[in-house]
């Protein structure tokens, strides 16, 4: 789980419900269904119009990245790649088949079979980061669909308030419902500004974040492939991989 991000959106939003309170307003007086409707209904509308489904899909679906990580620890992968020099170095390459049956992270299953297989190192490089580069574009595709709707919310906001002003202008001989209609000129103003800004940027910037690590951790995974399949010894391999953790770690 990552904390990080559940206190970010927890602190974000209670700081603007805090400043709310200390300026003598009340909750009930941010709570607007028909804004929340114009905002979230139409910047979701947005969001699905401008990317195709199998893209908006995933978008939605890795939501769930934001606050839980769905990446091997970097020491097991660390570790998986060790192993499988120290057993290439025993039995040979060809040693490595046994290992192939078990493994279940796609990455790596190809990854390993690419050693078992593999004509060259130069081979195994460019089958591997070209694998590498197309789930990293499809990580980014996905980040982007938050960062559209991102910039949709404000303009929907202000959408939203220009129709919470028609609303007034129509009934300005009936003081009551001009309280109504100025409510959802503001909060719906609010509501885009805030979604955007404390939620689907953020979102968008932690997605692309996931990605550009996920990245670097397949990169890491491919260094020691190759290092593997040029003979190197394990000591060799682990001194190769642990620069990453610095970064990674």
Known sequence: MDLLSIVGIVLAFLAVL???????GTLSALLNYPAALIVLGGTFAAGALQTSG??????????????FSSSLPVEFM?????????????DGLIGLENLADKEKESFLLIAINLIIDGTSTQHIRQ???LESHLIEQDEVDAAKVY??????????????????LIQVMGNLKDPSLLGSGIALAFVATIY?????????LP??????????RE?????????GVCSIFEGDSARIISNKLSAYQRVLG
């Open 54 to 67: 199998n893209v908006f899909k995933r978008a939605m679906n890795n939501l769930y990245l934001v606050f």
């Open 18 to 24: 805090g400043g709310n309170f200390l300026e003598g």
């Open 127 to 129: 089958q591997l980061e």
């Open 215 to 223: 990245a670097l951790l397949r990169q890491m995974v491919i260094d």
């Open 78 to 90: 660390q570790a998986k790649v060790l192993e499988w020099a120290r057993v290439a170095r025993k």
């Open 192 to 200: 885009g500004v805030a979604l955007a800004n404390l939620f689907l």
């Open 147 to 164: 960062e559209s709707m991102g910039g949709y919310a404000p303009t929907i906001g202000i959408i939203g308030a220009v129709m919470g």
């Open 203 to 212: 979102v968008a910037s932690k997605l692309r974040y996931r990605a550009r």
